[in-house]
């Protein structure tokens, strides 16, 4: 099979690199910290055997993905003859820029470089390079070897057949690509996350709600419906004859809410000390990173569960 | 076991009994349209079978939840020996003032009154009745008994009694309830729901995604964290040191976008074409209805699914 190259191999990095060698593709990691490859690959091998217990997979076993994956202490070595780039490295500008001038000179013209930034648009880390047609961000929702959302940015010189080719490599590994026609801040879902979480915040400072009344009614109530169709699809089933329909019966509801969504709460202000006071409350600070484990178990065992309901009933 | 009345046997009314009544309640159901009740209980009986073969009855047979049901043709009958009041009636004001001035009658003066109203405040169909005091909105994401989180929203004039004693009705049925603490349009659910929309029909406008790309952003990617955890758990887990570090991490992001905002895209104009457009590319109309019982099966197969992992690894 073709060759992927992961730049920088942290937490990103290899979350790609799962993604990539389940889907049957040879993955070489590369780390400006040399050390980080082998550490990767120590913790995919462990990975990979919860993905098979959940049968997450695609039937095969971990020794058969493991030896698709290779630490390269050489940059050059990573990138020879690989199809595509997925860099990962930390979001500070200048660090993109040099990095990038060294990959565009380094890898074949026409394999694509792509960012898996989530803060930084793609014109502002390639505009110098001289084959900047093949560079765009591929962001993901980590992991996205669970979570199979990807936006495809393109900057403004970014060439049809590097956005098409990444398209397809997304499909083949698995993930749902969002094919966006231009670069926006926050894309997509940061975007709509953002717009979530601001009324959020009013809700909280305007003393209506608690930090987790917002959660319960997201956890028990609109998210279920949206994970499995979305919002649009949600409203489309919501009113007898569809979206239109939908549309007629509330816009005017959310027309009048929106006039009082104008003002931005002070996320920094004394609303944080609220949400942080009940957040604790809930969850001691020493019990963080116990609760992201049981977090990556559940979002394995939704996987999974999505995965087996799509079989049965139709995506 | 207690009994609870409902008034108003249509699609919300008929989900309202089947959590009462899954819950051990005596569940009374009238209806202007007198067939109404009957075909109620009808209905009910089918969705009982599906409930117990995903085990989302409580350990009971659908044999033993079913006689709890009771259809009734005259109101003051059905309100005799209530506790609770569960008022499901069309959205139209002055129908409800109508029907709350014959509930206040005909219902014992400290029986709660709860409409399942999701656009209107409850201070504007009870503030001309003598027991007002007992009255308040307790409004479900549909079907409550598949998705547990109810809003329980205060007039002015509610007493704390008959907040409380919906409260721990609610927990008794198995829902989870958000209790706000005063009244505000689109109470907290659909405030938040306004919000994401209000970005992804900016986003369709501004040509940066499609309805299909917005449903793969949520459904793919932010949903498969919010469906366990919420917004706000999703950004304490999401920093190393919880919320106060993501916020410090983020804020400017987010407040940059907000400024990016606060233009509203007229959901009604040529956007709602494309919406409409990709949403019968993808499902025409006449698939409607299928889809419709395509998302019922799923939202209880998620159900079932969320309660299993709440038992095997916590909430």
């Not at 020794?63 to 994956?69: A, G, N």
């Not at 959660?215 to 569809?242: C, K, Q, V, Y």
């Not at 609760?291 to 979002?299: F, G, M």
Request: charged share 25%; aromatic share 6%.
């Amino acid at each position: 099979m073709p060759k992927i190259a992961i730049v920088g191999s942290g937490f990103i990095g290899r979350g790609w690199a799962i993604s990539y060698a389940r889907a049957g593709y040879d993955v070489s990691l590369w780390d400006r910290e040399t050390s980080a490859p082998e550490a990767a690959i120590g913790y995919i091998a462990e990975v990979l055997g919860d993905l098979a217990a959940n049968d997450l997979l695609n039937g095969q076993t971990p020794d058969e993905v493991l030896p698709r994956l290779s630490a390269e202490g050489d940059l050059a070595a990573a990138l020879d003859g690989a199809v595509h780039v997925q860099e990962n490295v930390p979001e500070i500008l200048e660090v993109k820029r040099d990095l990038y001038t060294r990959l565009d000179d380094l890898a074949a013209p026409t394999t694509v470089l792509a960012s898996s930034t989530s803060a930084l648009l793609p014109s502002r880390f390639t505009d110098h390079l001289k084959h900047r047609e093949r560079c765009l961000v591929a962001h993901p929702i980590n992991p996205p070897y669970l979570i199979k959302a990807v936006e495809v940015v393109p900057a403004p010189w970014t060439s049809a057949a590097a956005m098409e080719q990444t398209r397809l490599l997304m499909l083949e590994a698995g993930q749902s690509p969002i094919m966006m026609t231009k670069e926006i801040d926050g894309f997509i879902m940061n975007r709509m996350q953002g717009a979530l979480l601001e009324e959020a915040f009013r809700l909280v400072a305007g003393g209506y709600a608690s930090a987790e009344d917002v959660d319960i009614g997201i956890r028990e109530g609109l998210a279920a419906r949206w994970a499995f169709m979305g919002p649009f699809e949600t409203i489309d089933l919501n009113a007898p004859s569809g979206v239109r329909d939908y549309v007629g019966r509330y816009d005017g509801m959310f027309a009048n809410m929106f006039e009082q969504m104008k003002t931005r709460a002070d996320w920094s202000g004394e609303v944080l000390d609220r949400i942080e006071e009940d957040r604790r409350q809930r969850l001691p600070a020493d019990k963080l990173e116990e609760r992201q484990k049981w977090r990556d178990r559940r979002l394995m065992a939704l996987a999974a569960h999505k995965r087996s309901e799509e079989e049965k009933t139709g995506k």
